[in-house]
């Protein structure tokens, strides 16, 4: 017979965290960062179950990368009870905190390699906790390239941050919107797919992360094979899926025999492609 879980298991009893920042980004989107009783201890595309009292519990991605000390940002879009009460806290306010869950990245696979990432909408959130650390140590990697993409000039994140990345020794970033609403724009125009033809990559030192609105996938992986040959096991696809329980119970997220909650939701291509609904 199985034992039961305790009760006293980090993942089943949520700690406190105290909001101390919290701005809005777009008209959907907004960031919170939180100071924890302890520290997350998360890697790169985990995740984490966010409970406000009364409301409810959502699964909601982690934006910083891995950190010493007890912070957590997270970007959370209104879509929903939960992140719509979310929406509604200002600095001051607490939120429960369960987690990390699910696979992530692993950042020690990623040095000395040359690194694409591919963002597209919200995808560049959960991207940032890899991101983020990769360019702070820049200088340990090869080639980093970062195409981000989001519907219009209002819609795009973290702005500032592209721009000084983009500034750093070997990395490029290439911003695109697919329409401009006559606001302001010194970015590319088009889809996210747009750039990956011309760009000069290595297959065989290359590792991909892409993350993105499902319909994109089938187009960047179709890309990526077309032009530049990257063996499947070097992509990595960081999935969106609507995740309930973060602990493989509840069938939710189920992808065939897979769970993105527990399995995912970073996977390496070659594990998913045969997978109809993974990419659908």
């Known amino acids: 017979m199985s034992a039961l879980p305790d009760i006293n298991d980090d993942l089943y009893i949520p700690q406190m965290g105290r909001i101390v920042e919290t701005y809005p980004m777009t008209q959907r989107e907004k960031y919170f960062r939180l100071e924890l009783d302890r520290p997350l201890g ?6 984490v179950m966010v409970s ?8 909601i991605s982690i934006s910083c990368g891995p ?6 940002e997270m970007v959370v879009r209104h879509a929903g009870n939960v992140t719509g009460a979310m929406h509604r806290l200002e600095a001051g306010n607490y939120l429960g905190i369960r987690g990390p869950f699910g696979s992530g990245f692993h950042l ?12 597209g909408g919200l995808g560049l959130v959960p991207l940032r906790s890899l991101i983020t650390p990769i360019m702070r140590h820049h200088e340990r990697y090869g080639r980093i390239r970062l195409i981000s993409g989001a519907r219009t000039p209002a819609e795009t994140l973290f702005r500032d941050e592209l721009k000084a990345w983009n500034a750093l020794p070997n990395v490029e ?3 695109l919107v697919d329409r401009t609403d006559q606001l302001p724009w010194d970015g590319e125009v088009g889809l996210v797919t ?3 033809a011309r760009l000069d990559l290595d297959p065989a030192r290359t590792l991909v992360a892409l993350c993105g609105p499902p319909v994109m996938y089938k187009f960047v992986l179709m ?23 973060g602990v493989g119970k509840c069938g939710h997220c189920q992808i065939n025999s897979l769970y993105c909650c527990k399995d995912g939701p970073v996977f390496r291509y070659s594990t998913v492609a045969a997978l109809p609904e993974a990419l659908a």
């Open 194 to 196: 747009a750039p990956i």
């Open 52 to 59: 406000i009292p009364g409301v409810g519990e959502a699964a």
């Open 67 to 72: 950190r010493d000390d007890s912070v957590l």
């Open 173 to 175: 970033v290439i911003e």
């Open 42 to 47: 998360h890697r790169p595309g985990q995740f």
């Open 108 to 119: 020690e696979e990623f040095e000395g390699r040359d690194v694409l990432f591919v963002a």
């Open 223 to 245: 890309e990526l094979g077309m032009h530049h040959r990257i063996p499947r096991e070097q992509i990595f696809v960081d999935l969106e899926r609507r995740m309930k329980c």
